[in-house]
Every structure is written in structure tokens, then in C-alpha cells.
């Protein structure tokens, strides 16, 4: 499913170079459970943004479902990530002047349906998250918690094979972060390819596999039983 090899991303401000990924490389078969831990500023974002096709690596060669992302336009990988990709951020990032099932709706808009079947789709993953009683809810009247199911079933209305979740419960308290996490091991068993950023090694111990980055490359990479 993702294919990396050897990949680098260089940021530049100003003069200064800096290298947040030095050369990693790594797979993930279709329908893992992927952590990746490491310390602050060690290149977890960076990797996932690429991973995400939100960026560019530098260098090295990224294989998404067997497209080679370095050879296609910029339409292309756009339509490439929404079509594989869902992305689930700390900070939710909803839009506060629309209630949830609006919100859900978002990246539909690229699609082909009708705005009967987008309502359809996005009532359907809100009721998925458990939220089927709040669709007309704006963010500031819900918890922390049931903003960052909206932005799960933001995630997974376009129904993508792959969630990149980059500390999604990072904003949560802990009985909110086990509902959360409960969530994505029921899509993980739907068959949906999980990669979880997180600080919480609560969390990193219930995925199946625990990739560690430092100093921009991955140091360990460990099977568990999830
Ligand atoms: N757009 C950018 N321009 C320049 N440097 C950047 C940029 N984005 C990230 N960096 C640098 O790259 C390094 C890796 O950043 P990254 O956000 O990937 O870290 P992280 O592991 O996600 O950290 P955290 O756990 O704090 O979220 C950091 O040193 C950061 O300062
Ligand atoms: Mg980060």
C-alpha cells in the first residue's frame, strides 16, 4: 500500500537547510495498524505530510497503492489523496460556521454526487462515529470529543483505504482518547490501513506495529500483538 524508499525532505528558511528526514525508508501493507512515536521535532509530521501527499519529499521515491507519486501533476496526486487518503489532525480543524453533518460534507464537494447522496454519505459516517444524534450541532456546541469524531467522520466519508491520524487525541482527556482509539481499531478491522502520530505510548501499545523516528530516520520498528 505505501512504499517508501529513501526518502529525504530538506526545509529551507532563508539560508539555512535543515534535513527533518534523512533518508527513511519503510512499508505498510494494506489494512496495518501503524504508530509512529518519537521525539518533539524528529520528523513525525513531515513524514506523514508526505505520506499524505500534502508535501514533497526532496529526495527518494514514495509508491502510493502502486502510483509513483514523483512522476504525476499536481491534479493528479490531488486526485490520488482524495480518493486513498483521510486525514485526522489534533486540532480537529472543523469550520465553525457549519454544523457537523456540514462539515462531514467538505470533502465531498469534489465529487460527483448530488447533494441528496453527499447529505446520505456524510449522515451515514457521523452515525458510524456514534454522533448520529448531532448532525446539525455547530463545533462550539460539542465536546472536545465529539468535535474530533466529526473530523473522524470527516476522515472517512470519501470511505478512503488509508487514515493519517497525526496526534488525534493529543487535545483529549483519556476516557475521550480510548472512544477515539476504539474507532479506528473498528475501521482497522474493516480492513482500513491506520498510521497514528502520538506521544502516548497508551496508544502506540494498542496498534500492531510501532515505528520509532528520531533525529529524522526510523530507529526502530517493532511488531506487536495490538
Ligand atoms: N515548513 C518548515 N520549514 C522549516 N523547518 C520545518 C518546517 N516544518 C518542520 N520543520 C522542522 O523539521 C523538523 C521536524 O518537524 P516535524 O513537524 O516533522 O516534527 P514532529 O516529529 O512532528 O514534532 P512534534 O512531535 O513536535 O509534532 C523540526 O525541527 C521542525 O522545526
Ligand atoms: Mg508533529
Do not use: W
Not at 470533502?107 to 459516517?125: T, V
Not at 488525534?168 to 477515539?180: A, C, F, I, M, R
Request: aromatic share 4%; hydrophobic share 40%.
Amino acid at each position: 500500500m505505501i512504499k517508501v524508499d529513501n526518502m529525504k525532505k530538506v526545509y529551507q528558511t532563508g539560508e539555512i537547510m535543515f534535513e527533518a528526514l534523512k533518508g527513511v525508508s519503510l512499508h505498510i501493507e494494506k489494512g496495518e495498524f501503524v504508530s509512529i512515536i518519537g521525539p518533539s521535532g524528529s520528523g513525525k509530521s513531515t513524514l506523514m505530510n508526505i505520506l499524505g501527499c500534502l508535501d514533497n519529499a526532496s529526495d527518494g521515491e514514495y509508491c502510493l497503492d502502486g502510483n509513483t507519486v514523483k512522476n504525476m501533476s499536481d491534479d493528479a496526486i490531488s486526485e490520488l489523496r482524495n480518493e486513498k487518503i483521510g486525514f485526522i489532525f489534533q486540532s480537529f480543524n472543523l469550520l465553525p460556521k457549519l454544523t457537523a453533518v456540514e462539515n462531514v460534507e467538505l470533502p465531498l464537494i469534489y465529487g460527483k454526487q448530488s447533494n441528496k447522496k453527499r447529505k446520505e454519505m456524510a449522515e451515514k459516517a457521523l452515525s458510524l462515529v456514534g454522533l448520529g444524534d448531532r448532525m446539525d450541532h455547530k463545533p462550539n456546541e460539542m465536546s472536545g470529543g465529539q468535535r474530533q469524531r466529526v473530523a473522524i467522520a470527516r476522515a472517512l466519508v470519501c470511505e478512503p483505504a488509508i487514515i493519517l491520524a497525526d496526534e488525534p487525541t493529543g487535545n483529549l482527556d483519556s476516557k475521550t482518547t480510548e472512544e477515539v482509539m476504539a474507532i479506528l481499531k473498528d475501521l482497522n478491522k474493516l480492513g482500513n490501513t491506520i498510521i497514528v502520530v502520538t506521544h502516548e505510548p497508551e496508544i502506540a501499545e494498542q496498534t500492531s506495529r510501532v515505528i520509532t523516528v528520531r533525529d529524522g530516520n526510523i530507529v526502530s520498528d517493532v511488531r506487536q500483538v495490538g
